[in-house]
Nanobody, 126 residues
Framework: FQLVESGGALVQPGGSLRLSCTASGYILHTARVTWFRQVPGKGREGISCINTSLSGSVYDDSVKGRFIVLKDNTLSTVYLQMNNLKPEDTAVYYC????????????????????WGQGTQVTVSS
């Protein structure tokens, strides 16, 4: 079971990107999928979680109102729609999946996740 992210790119401030997270060769497990990001020298920061069975989602305050997490009906892909991007959104973005279903108060804990993608670079710069 492997997760694969795609969609990272260089974009100007105020622009938009859509990242994809796909389970390679499988459908996603019926467990939450969380997007993290990481900048050099810092740990991975949880930014959004979606409950794949119930579609509930949560967001970190840094992206609330700008980012939207979506899943397709076949549960093959989870998307992160990023709008009004800022230079501080520059990071490597990862998707991850663990065993819990709900996006409860553990959703941003990296230790809760068993499967990770390789990451995709998002750079916001003029």
């Amino acid at each position: 079971f492997q997760l694969v992210e795609s969609g990272g790119a260089l974009v100007q401030p105020g622009g938009s990107l859509r990242l994809s997270c796909t389970a390679s060769g499988y459908i996603l497990h019926t467990a939450r999928v969380t997007w993290f990001r990481q900048v050099p020298g810092k740990g991975r920061e949880g930014i959004s979680c979606i409950n794949t069975s119930l579609s509930g989602s949560v967001y970190d305050d840094s992206v609330k109102g700008r980012f939207i997490v979506l899943k397709d009906n076949t549960l093959s892909t989870v998307y992160l729609q990023m709008n009004n991007l800022k230079p501080e959104d520059t990071a490597v973005y990862y998707c991850a999946q663990g065993r819990r279903d709900a996006c409860d108060d553990t959703w941003s804990d990296v230790n809760e996740y068993d499967y990770w993608g390789q990451g995709t670079q998002v750079t916001v710069s003029s």
